[in-house]
Nanobody, 127 residues
Framework: QGRLVESGGGSVQAGGSLRLSCVASGYTLRPYCMGWFRRGTGNEREGVAGLYGDRTIYADSVKGRVTLSKDRASNTFYLEMNSLRPEDTAMYYC??????????????????????WGQGTQVTVSS
């Protein structure tokens, strides 16, 4: 059974940076179909970044401050976050599909019936 594991979360002060990682085990990632979403204190789910083929989409709330990248060789992808703000405080989840699965852009959603999800990594930004 394939799974995704996030890491890299933590507590930082406003203006700081974090790099979240998501590694797939038990299966090979489809290389251009992945993303990140977050759940804040209100438990609402918000798409943060999504990569669909040659198109990367970022939420307006993070545009210019985050970058989604990937390392195909290591079956890992990343979310580089800079200029963090207290409102970025949330549990961050990665989502991806496996090689051979269809890639369907449903931004800003990553439906669990189509995407594997990780268990989440907490990001806390203090003012």
């Amino acid at each position: 059974q394939g799974r995704l594991v996030e890491s890299g979360g933590g507590s930082v002060q406003a203006g700081g940076s974090l790099r979240l990682s998501c590694v797939a085990s038990g299966y090979t990632l489809r290389p251009y179909c992945m993303g990140w979403f977050r759940r804040g204190t209100g438990n609402e789910r918000e798409g943060v970044a999504g990569l669909y083929g040659d198109r990367t989409i970022y939420a307006d709330s993070v545009k210019g401050r985050v970058t989604l990248s990937k390392d195909r060789a290591s079956n890992t992808f990343y979310l580089e976050m800079n200029s963090l703000r207290p409102e970025d405080t949330a549990m961050y989840y990665c989502a991806a599909v496996g090689l051979g699965q269809p890639c369907i852009n449903q931004w800003p959603e990553f439906p669990p019936e189509r995407y594997y999800w990780g268990q989440g990594t907490q990001v806390t930004v203090s003012s």
